[in-house]
Each structure stands twice: as structure tokens, then as C-alpha cells.
């Protein structure tokens, strides 16, 4: 078996990089080693790592083949071998799946695949990115494996492996969370902003850190994290991602996270992560809360003067002061019809042409790289050439390459269809809409449609430099045993499960209910159920749960409510689907079976109806709750926060509330039972209820989309502000309103 783990020779410079080979030699020069990445022995600047990142990338570039410039441009979701079932169709390691797929379509593209081999060799593609969820152990020999296959071809450029956060505790969901459970797993990035709001942003430190020594053991040097979307409108699904509503709070964060995951304040180091920053500019002016994966959300609105330079900007800023690696910009295109003005960091008005983001210059080259100053490179969003191609459908594929590339792409995603930007380039050199006579679409240059040397030569080379300030070119390999080493160090779980502790926001605590501890419970019956949007799924957590409450706790616990003195509630919605649109708008309150109006195909109200459900059994929580209070009983809810839910159905029908953002429940747990003190601070405002993201017939939503929960009021109708001049925060029965910054802390 032809594994790479086990032919990896190591070359340790003094004061200089440990070099990693397999396949190719080594060259020896005044008593140092480089890698070869040739094996004709000549000493090039790109193959010196005495030299610059910016000199070797640039002499690099300038030798590679318009195709090896082709395939880098690309990336994609990729299968490893070892979940493939049928072993006929995986390499003699077992690491890679060779299988050829005629039509595989996912919800970006539809395009051939090919085995891994032949889209190393023939293909060049040189970056993939991970969906699936194996041992630290299998992604390094993974890595190493494809790293052999392509040092063995060209120049031997490096594979990059990248993939969505892997560092947090939740629901596995293709495209934002793609993997739980196998890194230290901390709480989701809205409880991280809860615990940053109520104990510091100290503790990102740990979090970056643990992320950076992780994902470097693996070998995986790249990750589409994290975004600095600021949530604007509470419908947005992608809210579950963000760091809130402040984007003051989102600054502070990138102030420490970027630096911390890419090893430096002034870019990526050799033992550093680059990261992709997303969405610009700014994903959350939601057209109530449609997501731009499907047609409805294809618009970002504006409203409201200057919210983009006021709410959208600044966390983009920061990341660029920070020197973020790339920057992604999302899929939407701006909407002038249905905006205010909008400006750029000077003042200047924007341009709102309706293309999608990564198509339209004015905030590409205009207001990224121009006004805003960002020297990395640009990673498009997946199916932008295909599927979301928003605002520019009438081009074929190989014209939205190039168009994107031109624009300022430098890497496409959703796609690895080397053949369509060979086609974009051969346009440009056989005279396609010159010489040939083709049509140039209306609105474009020829130019902007087709491919040349100088803009494949200045794509690849932004992206090398990444590459080479990584170290990936001197040593893209890593030892297997020590990768798990590093996963299982204990001080990162530990950090980690402080931090879920830290991101318990205690929103109610009638009469001192909390903490619960051994002197309340003493001769009492507690009785623990989980609610889910899944019956039996919540059925199953349930059994966990008790097992668990049982094992950490001296309480009597009952499954029969009806005699508890007692109840812990652990309260989980879910709402729509991610990357599908809904029949209406997505729905947040707390309910089962509620009747809700369809949308048109413009996304306005229709007059038709639907049911929705976010929670299976929601009923039930009010009979808990009479049931134990007949009796003099008392009731502890904790819900768990993925978007800014409506808590009408459960506030009401509890003593005790606790908001948790997929916050482990023995933490939740820690926290009601007195083992640590609740923190944690909301880092978004949730609304009162239907009446405040209420939509009339034309499409416009009472509150506006644009801004952020805690200014909505400014803009809200006088009609409906309470006596202190809210209108859109909830306000519970001992007359708290639970938004931006509130928790309750033990006296």
C-alpha cells in the first residue's frame, strides 16, 4: 500500500523550515535544504524560501502553464476514499475516491466529477474542501495523500484543504457547519459572542489558539470562518453563524480572532490557518430574512440611509486591518430600487448595479480593494458560475468565469469546471468576438468576458503567496500520530467547556429560582424532558439528558411530570430549511402547527396558508407548567437560540429562563444547578412577536431589514411604543426586555 504518511522524509533547516517530501528530491545548497518542486535540481527563486512569499509567488506564476493557472482558480466539496462503499473505486491507499460520477449536482452545480487522481493530474485542481467528519488521524493521511499525488506532477503546486468551522457544538448542516464533535468543540458563534459580552473578549484568545494548533496538526490550512455578518434581519437563517447584532462586538472579536487564527496581526505564518472572511459586504440586509441560495433572496435592501457603511462595514474593516487572508463576498446583488443611498468609507455614493457581489466592481475593485484597502485575494461563494448566478443568468458559463475573474475573483467555488474556463480563455486568444463574429451580450466588453494571461497570472498569484507564507510549498505534510495528539489535548476541551458555561444568559430568574441546588431539591422530584422540531430526536436527547442529570446531580428524578416538584425544560426549534426557500417566511415563533401565510414568487404575502412547526409538542410546555404549579411546582426553561426565536409560547409558562447557542446542556445544567453562575449576555434583540417583522402587501417589513435590533426602534411605527418607547424587543411578565446586551446575573 503506496500510503504518503509512511514515505514522508523530513528535512529540518537550522533557522529556517523542516522540509517534507515523498516523491520528489531535496536540493542541498550552503548547507540548507529546499524542496525541489521540479526535480531538475535548479535552485529557483520559488523553490527558495530565503526569499519573500511575494517574490516566490510572483516567479512562480510567471512559469506556470495557462493550464496549471486554470486549475488553480477552483474549488470545490470533495469525498474522501474511506467513506466510499464501494471499494473497486478507491486508490491503493484507500485514502482517495477515484470514482467517476456523470451527473453529480448539489444545490450550487451540476458538472461531472472525476476520480481524485485524474483531477489532480489531468484536471490541476488544487483545492477541495471538506464536508465529512473523520479522526484527526484520517484527515492528515488524507491530506498527505493527495499532497504525494500532486508533488508527483508539474510544479508540484500543494493541495489545500479547507472546509466551513469545525470548532463548535451543534447541528451538522451542509454549508455552515459541516463537522461537530471530532476538534475541541466550543459553543455556537452567538453563544461565543454571549460569553465574550459577559466575560471579555480575552477569552478568544484560547478559542483562535486552539483552532490554529488543530487545524495545522491536520494539515488543513485554510477555513471558509468566520463571518462578520452583522444580523440585521432576525429571518435570516445564517443568523446561526454570526456573532450577533453589534457590530461593534463583531469588531472586537476579528480584532482577535484573525491574528490568532493566522498566527500573526500582519497575515498568515508558517504554523498559522488562513481564514475567509464572509460575507461582504455583509450578508444580513436580508430582504425579510430571504437567503440568496434561492431566487426570493437574491436582493440585499437597504432601506435605510448609510446602514451599509454604518452597521455592514466596520467588521470588514477590522478584518482587513487585520490582514485577513481572502475575503468572500456573498452571493446577493444590491438593489437600488428598493434602497437609500448608500456610501463608501469617504462618502462616495455607491453604485447599486444589480449584479451579484462577486460580479460587480463597484464593490469588488471599487469599495473592497480600492477604498477599503484589502491586499488578499477573493473567494467567491459557491455556484456563482452556475446556479446563483444573480443578476448576470443571460452569459453562459465560461463568460461568468471570466466575467468574475476580471471583476476581481480569484478563486471560484461551487465548481471545479476547468473545461468552461479553457473555453473562457481560448475565446480570448482565437478572436471569439472579434475575428469569429460572436455577439457581445449587452452591457459588457468583450474584454470582461474572456480570459487572458494577465488575469489568470494575477489571480494565481495572489493565491500562491497565501501558499508560500503558509509554508505549504517547503511542507504540506504532517505526522498522523501527532495530529491526534494535539486534537486531544485536554486544556483546549477544557477552555472550551468554560466558554459554554460563560454562554448561559439567564433571562428570567422569578422569585431566586435559580440556582436549584441541593437544598431546594432535597426531598423533591425533578422531572428533565428535551423538546425538539423532531419528536423522536428529542425523545433520544431526553434519555441523554436524564442519564446525564442523574450522574452529575443529587436530585430524585421522575419521568412522570404529574408528580415532579421540578421541571427542566430543554427547549430546541428549528426553523425551515437551509440553502431552500421556504412557503412563507421563515417562521420564529415557538410553535406547532400554526397557520402562516405563502409567499408570492416576489416574496409577498399570498393569500394562501401553511402550517408550520418549530417545535414538536409545543402545546405540551403550558400543561407542564399548570400541572406543577397546581401543586406549587416550579418550571425552568432553557431555549436554544439558532435564530432570534419568539418566546410568547414559553416565557409565560416558565418560573426560570435561560438562553443557551448549541450550548452543551451539562453546562446549562452547571449553570442551574449552582455549579457556576450564569454570565452570559444576548448578543441579539428578540422581537416581542409577529406584529414587529410584520409584511404588508408590497413586500415592506415594519421593522427594517437593514438594522440591527436594538436601533429598530428608531424606526418603528409611534403606535407601537410601550410607555418607555420600545416597540420591538420582547418584554417578559417581571418586565425585562430581553435584547442586545441583557442578562440576569445572581445576587
Not at 139 to 158: C, F, K, R, S, Y
Not at 342 to 359: H, L, N, R, S, T
Not at 459 to 467: C, M, N, P, Q, S
Not at 530 to 540: K, L, N, P, S, V
Amino acid at each position: 500500500m503506496n500510503k504518503a504518511s509512511a514515505n514522508i522524509r523530513f528535512y529540518k533547516n537550522e533557522n529556517g523550515p523542516v522540509i517534507g517530501v515523498t516523491v520528489r528530491p531535496v536540493i542541498e545548497k550552503d548547507g540548507l535544504y529546499f524542496r525541489d518542486l521540479t526535480g531538475d535540481g535548479r535552485l529557483a527563486p520559488y523553490k527558495d524560501w530565503r526569499n519573500t512569499p511575494a517574490v516566490r509567488a510572483a516567479s512562480l506564476a510567471a512559469e506556470l502553464s495557462a493550464d496549471e493557472k486554470i486549475g488553480m482558480l477552483f474549488v470545490n466539496s470533495w469525498k474522501m476514499g474511506i467513506y466510499q462503499e464501494d471499494r473497486a473505486k478507491v486508490d491503493e491507499s484507500g485514502l482517495l475516491n477515484e470514482e467517476i460520477v456523470e451527473q453529480d449536482e448539489s444545490i450550487f452545480n451540476v458538472e461531472k466529477t472525476y476520480g481524485t487522481t485524474y483531477t489532480l493530474k489531468e484536471m490541476g485542481i488544487r483545492h477541495f474542501i471538506l464536508r465529512q467528519n473523520p479522526g484527526p488521524g484520517e484527515l492528515a493521511d488524507w491530506i498527505n495523500q493527495l499532497n504525494m499525488v500532486a508533488e508527483g506532477t508539474g510544479h508540484a503546486l500543494p493541495v489545500m484543504v479547507l472546509s466551513n468551522s469545525r470548532n463548535e457544538h451543534g447541528e451538522i448542516v451542509f454549508g455552515m457547519n459541516d463537522a461537530a464533535g471530532v476538534f475541541a468543540a466550543w459553543p455556537g458563534t452567538l453563544g461565543i459572542a454571549a460569553a465574550v459580552r459577559g466575560s471579555g473578549p480575552e477569552l478568544i484568545d484560547s478559542f483562535a489558539e486552539c483552532i490554529r494548533r488543530e487545524w495545522d496538526a491536520v494539515g488543513m490550512k485554510k477555513g471558509y470562518m468566520y463571518m462578520a455578518d452583522v444580523m440585521t434581519d432576525p429571518r435570516w437563517q445564517r443568523s446561526y453563524g454570526t456573532f450577533g447584532e453589534d457590530p461593534g462586538l463583531v469588531c472586537t472579536i476579528m480584532e482577535r480572532l484573525i491574528p490568532g487564527i493566522q498566527g500573526s496581526s500582519r497575515g498568515v505564518t508558517r504554523d498559522g490557518v488562513a481564514v475567509t472572511i464572509k460575507h461582504f459586504p455583509g450578508g444580513g440586509a436580508r430582504e425579510n430574512g430571504f437567503d440568496p441560495h434561492y431566487v426570493q433572496g437574491q436582493w440585499n435592501v437597504y432601506q435605510t440611509e448609510d446602514s451599509l457603511r454604518t452597521y455592514h462595514l466596520p467588521a470588514f474593516r477590522t478584518a482587513i486591518e487585520k490582514k485577513a487572508s481572502s475575503i468572500m463576498p456573498y452571493y446577493a446583488k444590491p438593489s437600488a430600487a428598493k434602497s437609500r443611498p448608500q456610501y463608501g468609507p469617504g462618502g462616495d455614493v455607491m453604485e447599486m448595479k444589480p449584479v451579484g457581489f462577486a460580479f460587480n466592481r463597484a464593490f469588488i475593485q471599487g469599495l473592497l480593494r480600492e477604498q477599503m484597502g484589502f491586499e488578499g485575494y477573493v473567494n467567491s461563494d459557491s455556484g456563482i458560475s452556475n446556479k446563483m448566478a444573480w443578476g448576470v443568468e443571460e452569459l453562459d458559463v465560461p463568460s461568468r468565469i471570466a466575467l468574475a475573474v476580471n471583476t476581481g475573483v480569484d478563486i471560484i467555488s461551487g465548481s471545479l469546471d476547468v473545461f468552461a474556463a479553457r473555453e473562457a480563455y481560448e475565446r480570448g486568444r482565437n478572436g471569439y468576438y472579434t475575428a469569429q463574429g460572436h455577439p457581445v451580450p449587452q452591457g459588457y466588453r468583450a474584454g470582461d468576458l474572456v480570459l487572458t494571461d494577465e488575469a489568470l497570472t494575477r489571480a494565481v498569484t495572489r493565491t500562491l503567496k497565501e501558499k508560500f507564507e503558509l509554508g505549504m510549498f517547503d511542507n504540506p505534510y504532517r505526522d498522523p500520530e501527532t495530529a491526534k495528539q494535539v486534537v486531544a489535548t485536554k486544556k483546549h476541551w477544557e477552555d472550551a467547556y468554560r466558554v459554554h458555561q460563560q454562554s448561559v444568559v439567564l433571562l428570567k430568574n422569578k422569585e431566586g429560582l435559580i440556582p436549584l441546588d441541593r437544598e431546594k431539591t432535597a426531598g423533591r422530584k425533578v422531572y428533565v424532558e428535551c423538546f425538539g422540531c423532531q419528536g423522536e430526536a428529542a425523545a433520544r436527547e431526553t434519555d441523554a439528558v436524564r442519564t446525564s442529570f442523574a450522574g452529575r446531580f443529587q436530585a430524585e428524578l421522575t419521568e412522570d411530570y404529574r408528580e415532579a416538584d421540578f421541571a427542566i425544560l430543554f427547549i430546541r426549534p428549528s426553523s425551515g430549511e437551509y440553502f431552500h426557500s421556504t412557503k412563507g417566511y421563515l417562521e420564529l415563533d415557538i410553535c406547532e402547527n400554526k397557520q402562516v401565510r405563502d409567499v408570492d414568487t416576489q416574496g409577498r404575502p399570498a393569500d394562501s396558508f401553511h402550517q408550520e412547526t418549530t417545535l414538536s409538542g409545543a402545546g405540551r410546555i403550558r400543561g407542564i407548567y399548570e400541572s406543577l404549579h397546581s401543586r406549587g411546582g416550579k418550571v425552568i426553561s432553557n431555549i436554544n437560540f439558532t435564530l432570534a426565536w419568539e418566546v410568547g409560547n414559553v416565557e409565560p409558562c416558565s418560573d426560570a429562563l435561560l438562553a443557551g447557542f448549541d450550548t452543551y446542556t451539562d453546562a446549562v445544567l452547571d449553570v442551574i444547578m449552582g455549579r457556576c453562575a450564569p454570565t452570559g449576555r444576548m448578543p441579539i434583540t428578540l422581537p416581542r412577536n409577529d406584529s414587529v417583522i410584520r409584511v404588508d402587501r408590497d413586500g415592506i417589513c415594519i421593522s427594517r431589514n437593514d438594522v440591527p435590533g436594538y436601533h429598530k426602534d428608531k424606526y418603528m411605527p409611534e403606535s407601537m411604543k410601550d410607555e418607555n418607547g420600545k416597540a420591538y424587543a420582547y418584554r417578559d411578565s417581571e418586565g425585562n426586555y430581553y435584547e442586545l446586551d441583557f442578562g440576569l446575573t445572581l445576587e
